[in-house]
């Protein structure tokens, strides 16, 4: 767990709501009094934003997925080096959008890299850094990509018009669909540091149960410190 504030993420497939949901969550703490930094991935830092464009625009999808998963971590290294780093060891609750699971999910996963590239490639972005929540925000990914859509103007009857779109928005349903599997798999793994919500929800309603996430993780770390404590004290 992070040392000083505290580092959430906030990862789901193309639409799932996750700036949506970043926004309600940092105004929730705000009103507590918390200091929240949003960020996001690829980006959050003046090195990773050069990145983001080549990324994001396709540029770099010609040079293999290899290339494509060097760059997000070279983005990730700079990021977690010079904005979320700091920000948390000074007491900030940072809240990203995107961050290693990603990786995992869309170059490692639906990019078919092997394990231990993937592996090797996020020791060497992140630092031992790891979030001290991920709520992975889950919906099916055809309401998603509609959402998407919708978000563009795009009527359903357009679905097949992929102007507007990122890189990564463009690919195929089936694709969307494995990588939303992705994501609940790392969150069954590792049950201690994810959390899903169901992103089909009211706006309301999910933002209820991400709060709901975010007080669970503090109430813990609470209780950690406290019996920390209590055993120095003994």
Same mark, same amino acid.
């Given at each position: ?24 969550? *940092?105004?929730?703490l705000? %009103? !507590?009094? #918390?200091?929240? +930094?949003i960020?996001?991935?690829p @980006?959050? &830092? ?21 290339m ?5 971590a ?6 977690v ?5 700091p920000?948390?060891?000074?007491g ?29 490639l996020?020791?060497?972005?992140v ?7 991920t ?5 099916p *990914?055809?309401?998603?990509l %509609? !959402?998407? #859509?919708?978000? +563009?103007?795009q009527?359903a009857? @357009?679905? &097949?018009?992929?102007s ?15 990588r ?7 969150a ?17 309603r ?7 996430a975010?007080?669970e ?6 209780s ?11």
């Open positions: 767990m992070a040392a000083g504030g505290l580092f959430v993420t906030f990862e789901g497939g193309e639409g799932a709501g996750k700036s949506t949901q970043i926004r309600r969550l *940092a105004e929730a705000r %009103a !507590r009094g #918390r200091s929240v +930094l960020t996001r991935e @980006g959050g &830092s003046a090195g990773a934003e050069a990145v983001r464009h080549v990324l994001l625009s396709g540029a770099a999808e010609r040079f293999g997925i290899r494509e998963a060097l760059l997000f070279a983005a990730r290294n700079d990021h080096e010079s904005v979320i780093g920000a948390i060891t000074s900030q609750t940072v809240l990203c959008d995107r961050f290693m699971d990603s990786s995992r999910v869309y170059q490692g996963i639906t990019g078919n890299l092997p394990q231990p590239l993937i592996d090797a996020e020791r060497v972005a630092h031992g850094l790891r979030p001290d929540l709520i992975v925000l889950d919906l *990914a055809s309401l998603g %509609a !959402r998407v #859509r919708q978000r +563009l103007g009527t009857d @357009g679905e &097949s018009d992929k507007g779109l990122d890189r990564f928005e463009k690919e195929e349903l089936d694709t969307h669909e494995k939303r599997e992705a994501f609940l798999d790392i069954a793994a590792d049950p201690a540091r994810c959390r899903v919500v169901d992103a089909a929800q009211d706006e309301a999910v933002a209820a149960d991400v709060l709901l975010f007080d993780v503090v109430a813990g770390r609470g950690a410190r406290a019996r920390r404590s209590g055993e120095g004290g003994a």
